[in-house]
Structures are given as structure tokens and as C-alpha cells.
């Protein structure tokens, strides 16, 4: 019955060497990762924020108006911002 084989009597274990490494590498410093917003990013981010009051308070006048039945809808408005839709459509077919 053949136990070892010949060729791996001297071989060292892969885990080992995985180990080796890390043990080599955990001297060295480790490298920190860093994100830079460019003042452009900065820019948006706070006009975003700025604007949520807004929104949420012109959305809570909406509701208002369509609740009490006082929202007025323009067709016309409607209707031109559906024209190019429906003629890129006819276009398609």
C-alpha cells in the first residue's frame, strides 16, 4: 500500500504559503481608501438638500389642492408635452 507519494514528500502545503503572506504583508502599512467629491459634486449635493424643503412643501400644496377639489389642470400644457411622444410613434410604425 503506497501512502505518500513521491512527489509531494517535499511540497509544502498551499494554505502555508497563504499564511507566509500574510504575515509578510501585515507589516507593511496598510493603504487607506479615499473619495474626493469635486466642488461641482459639492455644489449639487447642497442645492438637492436646499431644494427638499421646497419640494416637500410645494407637493403638500398639491395634495391640498387636488384634495379640496381646487387643482386646475392646463390640456393645452398636456397636450403639447404629449405631441412629440405620439408623432415619434407614428413615425416608428
Known sequence: MKINETQRIGAMNPYQKQNEQRTENAGRKRQIDE????AEAQEMLSY?????????KRIDEL?????????HVDAGKIAEKLLPYLTDKKKDN
Open 63 to 71: 395634495k391640498q389642492s387636488v384634495s379640496t377639489g381646487s387643482y
Open 35 to 38: 473619495v474626493q467629491i469635486s
Open 48 to 56: 438637492s438638500r436646499t431644494s427638499k424643503a421646497d419640494q416637500s
